[in-house]
Each structure stands twice: as C-alpha cells, then as structure tokens.
C-alpha cells in the first residue's frame, strides 16, 4: 500500500523556535509538495519539489524553507516560528506523469505558542 | 496565474438526494487536470475523481461524476443519492503542467463543507 508518512501528527513549539516537519513517501514519486490548511482558505501550497535538490515556491513561502536531499524525503522547516504559523501542515506526494493524483500524509497539527 | 473558486462554504443536504458542489477554474495552459477529494472529520484526504482537460466525456466513479464544462471553465462534483458518510469537506483541485506529458503543481480550492442530514 502507497504511504506518506509525516513524523508528528501534533507539534507544539515556542516562537522563534527551529522547526521541522519532516515527510516520507515510499512510492517513488518524483513530486513532493507541502501544504498548509487553514478554515476558510483551503490547502495553499508552500513549497514543491519535482526532483532531488529541486524545489519552486508556492504561493505562501514566506518563512518557511524546504530541504530534499533523497528522493523520498521532504522537509519543511520553519526557521523562526511565529503564532501565525499555527496550522494543520500536510504532505503530499505524486508521480510526475499527467494525469496522476496527489497522496497525502496524515497531517501534523502544529501549535505556536 | 491559476486559481480555483469553491463559491459554496457550506451545504445541508438530506439523504437521498443528489447534491452538486461548484468548482470554476482558471488557466491559460491548455493541458490540465481536475481532481475532487474528500476530507471527512479524521483529517484523511480522499481522492474522488479526475478529469483531464482533453477528455471528451465527463467522468464518473460510482455515484461521483464530474460535470465539466471546458468553455465556462467549470468542474462541478455530483454526488447522487447522498449518504451519511458523506458528510465531509470536499476540494476541488487544478493541476497543470511543467510539459504537456509531465505536471507539477497542484492548486485547491478552499473547499465546501457538505452536512448529510437523515
């Protein structure tokens, strides 16, 4: 069975803490993708990756950062987390080809105190 | 650039019945794709049904069709004969291409929250 598998389902940081939230699919799916859901807004991609090493913005960046050193890991990192970064973040994978459709995560619920 | 517009932020609708939820797009690309997932209270995201942007017939699964409409750049889901489980967010979803044979990104809507009532 198709997996993509996020480390924590429920996060509770400090501000201005490091964070990472860290993603693994094991289908070898060269398209990874983080999103975040908020009520009211819908899943809005932060960052995307279509290989190794590659990765576009989406269309809320702003702080966060991304690393993907193996194809079957995907990192979203929060390099100083503010209250406004409380959210359920969700990871998703796909195969390249046109036509596929997206795998999620289970989701981690992440709290900024 | 891409969007996706779900009008509808909520819905009752009884047993039974057929519900249509309203997606509208928006793209220059002419190869793409349309997906809808559900999202029951367990957080899980469910995938429902595709519909490629050259396919000529619109698509069903089981009781999840798919009204496309190229020229009015709309998607709408129906579900016939409406359950209890299905209660639920529903998402509609664009994805288009990095090539015509290969696509990247997806984007979704904010979703429409559906209440089955008996």
């Known amino acids: 069975d198709v997996k993509v598998t996020q480390s924590s389902r429920y996060l509770v940081k400090r501000t201005g803490e490091k964070v990472f939230l860290e993603c693994v699919q094991d289908?070898?799916?060269?398209?990874m993708f983080w999103y975040r859901q908020d009520p009211g807004l819908g899943l809005r991609l932060i960052y995307f990756?279509?290989?190794?090493?590659?990765?576009e913005k989406g269309d809320i960046p702003e702080g966060y950062s991304v690393s993907r050193e193996k194809k079957e890991r995907f990192s979203l990192i929060l390099e100083s987390a503010s209250t406004n970064q409380t959210s359920m973040y969700l990871c998703?994978?796909?195969?390249?080809?046109?036509?596929?459709?997206?795998?999620f995560g289970s989701g981690t619920q992440l709290s900024v105190l | 650039a891409q969007k996706i517009t779900q009008t509808q932020p909520g819905m009752f609708v009884q047993e039974k019945e057929a519900v249509t939820l309203d997606c509208t797009y928006d793209?220059?690309?002419?190869?793409?794709?349309l997906f809808w997932y559900k999202q029951p209270s367990s957080g899980e995201m469910i995938f429902l049904i595709y519909?490629?942007?050259?396919?000529?017939q619109n698509a069903t699964e089981g009781r999840y069709s798919l009204n496309f409409q190229k020229a009015r750049k709309s998607a709408n889901l129906v579900i016939s004969a409406s359950q209890l489980g299905d209660s639920a967010m529903y998402f509609c979803?664009?994805?288009?291409?990095?090539?015509?044979?290969?696509?990247?990104?997806?984007?979704f809507g904010a979703g429409t929250q559906v209440v089955v009532t008996p």
């Open positions: 998703a994978s796909s195969r390249q080809l046109k036509g596929e459709k997206l795998f």
């Open positions: 990756s279509y290989d190794v090493k590659m990765k």
């Open positions: 289908m070898d799916h060269e398209n």
């Open positions: 793209t220059s690309d002419p190869s793409y794709g």
């Open positions: 979803a664009m994805r288009w291409g990095m090539t015509t044979d290969s696509w990247g990104k997806f984007q």
């Open positions: 519909q490629g942007s050259y396919d000529q």
